[in-house]
């Protein structure tokens, strides 16, 4: 008498949400590469178009807002590296502007493209 393997669960059946839930809206990339203008790491210059799109906040497991325009900056792939491994930190103000805090405690703006231009 052999047993039964257990019964197989598809990915898609543990997955929380449609598919699209956990990536941004085209809506929403098309706002965030529009106000950016490039690379929102202090002084880079490397196109939006061509950046990720990186969280300021790690949005929460099931957090829909977390994926909106208001919680999201481009930054180049040197630049995510680096805020990843430096501890860099990113705030989003109102008005577009990214304020980032180095791990020394120094702060540095970078303006918005909408206020620039």
Do not use: I
Not at 25 to 37: I, K, N
Not at 46 to 72: I, M, S, T, Y
């Amino acid at each position: 008498m052999t047993a039964s393997p257990a019964p197989r669960r598809s990915v898609a059946a543990t997955h929380a949400g449609p598919p699209s839930s956990r990536r941004p809206s085209v809506q929403t990339v098309a706002a965030v590469l529009a106000r950016d203008g490039t690379c929102t790491f202090p002084g880079c210059r490397v196109p939006a178009f061509r950046c990720d799109l990186d969280h300021v906040v790690a949005p929460r497991p099931g957090d829909e807002q977390g994926h909106d325009a208001g919680n999201l900056v481009a930054l180049c792939r040197h630049h995510r590296v680096v805020r990843a491994r430096d501890g860099w930190r990113p705030a989003l103000l109102a008005d577009g502007t990214v304020r980032w805090t180095a791990p020394s405690g120094h702060t540095y703006v970078r303006p918005s493209a909408w206020r620039s231009a």
